[in-house]
Structure formats: structure tokens, C-alpha cells
């Protein structure tokens, strides 16, 4: 129980386009998730808390018309990184909210900027 | 603010043998979760133990136990009988719904294991 799916796990685009990542909660219902950051050798750090059928609310210092986010459904989010640059390029990692607050994390997506 | 705080950036030990995480963390909360996750190379973030802050009784899941100590604001991972598939990183994480059940991580562990 409690599996997160992320996709796609690998993604290499062009500077200036943009990509979306999806994160879906595939046997439970999440009424929040979140989406967070790595950097190599690094902790995750949150960007956003993205609750169903409200606006996602970003930590400080998070661009949010940079990071789109979108969680239409009680299983889906998205995070859509627009007019991407080699900046973005790192490790996007989403979890789900289950029972008391435990986060089910997704296995990540790398993306790459050229 | 809340912070976790992991002061062992590397620790090593031995296939079967047993090795213990510190973890202390900063908190004006009473009511909060701590949890254990482990990330192995293929980054997927795995919870390996959660414990709540209301509970006296120490966690445990096979291998896995905790020692939470509420005062000291200490929560330690203890994996007895290490195995080859143990070696990754660890972060200890807290959370509390008055922050809107957001993770504060801690900077994580490496473990290595020695065959």
C-alpha cells in the first residue's frame, strides 16, 4: 500500500521549453502533496504544498509562475517547470500525504536543461 | 522554526554488525511525528520508521528501531544485523500539523556497510 508514481523518471529538454511531471497517489486518496527539490549530495528542500482544488502555496524564495502547480484530483498533481533553463536542472521528487501526516514519496524525475 | 539536526554526515559498519544514527531535533510543538527515511542510490525516498511524539514506547519495524528520548528532543536509528542492502542515505525528518504537515528534513547520514 501507500505507492507514489512519478512521471517521467528522466526528461532532457531544451532551454526555453516547458515540462510537466506528473505524481500520482495509486492506492490512496491524497488531499495533499508536495513537491520538493534535491540537489547532488543534498537534502530534499519543499517548494511547494500542493492541496486538491485550491492554489498550491510555495515556500519562500520559489518562483510560482516559474513552478506551475496543479492538483486536480484527489490522486494527481502536477508540476510544470515553464521556460526552463540549466538552472532547473536537478532532482524533482513528489510525495502524498497518507494516514497521520506520513509522506509517500515518488521515485523523482531527472531533468536536465540544455 | 523547526530544525533537525543529523551531525553524522558518514558512518560505516560492518555486514551483521549495528550501527546507530543521532538525530536531534528543535521543536515548541508537543503534538509532532518523527520519521527515519532511507534513500539508496536509486534516490526513491523510503520511510523506514515513524514514530509519534505522544507514544512513550520506542518504534520498531524488523531490524529497525528508534530511541526516542521526548525531553532531550533525541531520536536515534539503531540497524542491528546490517545487511549489504542497508547502505544509503538517512534522513531523519519531523512534522507537525501546525505547520501544515510539512517535512522538516535533517541533512542526512550515509551509511556504509562493509562486507
Known amino acids: 500500500g501507500a505507492v507514489v508514481s512519478q512521471h517521467p523518471s528522466w526528461v532532457i529538454c531544451k532551454s526555453g521549453t516547458s515540462v510537466k511531471i506528473e505524481c500520482r497517489s495509486l492506492?490512496?486518496?491524497?488531499?495533499?502533496m508536495f513537491w520538493y527539490r534535491q540537489f547532488p549530495k543534498q537534502s530534499l528542500m519543499l517548494m511547494a504544498t500542493?492541496?486538491?482544488?485550491?492554489?498550491?502555496?510555495?515556500e519562500q524564495g520559489v518562483e510560482k509562475d516559474k513552478f506551475l502547480i496543479n492538483h486536480a484530483s484527489l490522486t494527481l498533481s502536477t508540476l510544470t517547470v515553464t521556460s526552463a533553463h540549466p538552472e532547473d536542472s536537478s532532482f524533482y521528487i513528489c510525495?502524498?500525504?497518507?494516514?497521520?501526516?506520513?509522506?509517500?514519496f515518488g521515485p523523482g524525475t531527472r531533468l536536465l536543461v540544455l | 522554526a523547526q530544525t533537525v539536526t543529523q551531525s553524522q554526515p558518514e558512518m560505516s559498519v560492518q555486514e551483521a554488525e549495528t550501527v546507530t544514527l543521532s538525530c536531534t531535533y528543535d521543536?515548541?510543538?508537543?503534538?509532532?511525528?518523527l520519521f527515519w527515511y532511507k534513500q539508496p542510490p536509486s534516490r526513491q525516498m523510503i520511510l523506514v520508521i515513524r514514530?509519534?511524539?505522544?507514544?512513550?514506547q520506542n518504534a520498531t519495524e524488523n531490524r529497525f528501531s528508534v530511541n526516542f528520548q521526548k525531553a532531550a528532543k533525541s531520536f536515534s536509528l539503531k540497524i542491528s544485523d546490517s545487511q549489504l542492502g542497508d547502505a544509503a542515505m538517512y534522513f531523519c525528518?519531523?512534522?507537525?500539523?501546525?505547520?501544515?504537515?510539512?517535512?522538516?528534513f535533517g541533512g542526512g547520514t550515509r551509511v556504509l556497510v562493509k562486507p
Open positions: 510525495s502524498a500525504s497518507g494516514q497521520r501526516g506520513t509522506q509517500y
Open positions: 492506492d490512496f486518496q491524497a488531499t495533499t
Open positions: 500542493s492541496n486538491e482544488g485550491s492554489k498550491a502555496t510555495y
Open positions: 521543536t515548541s510543538e508537543s503534538d509532532y511525528y
Open positions: 514514530q509519534e511524539a505522544y507514544k512513550q
Open positions: 525528518a519531523y512534522l507537525t500539523k501546525a505547520a501544515g504537515n510539512k517535512l522538516t
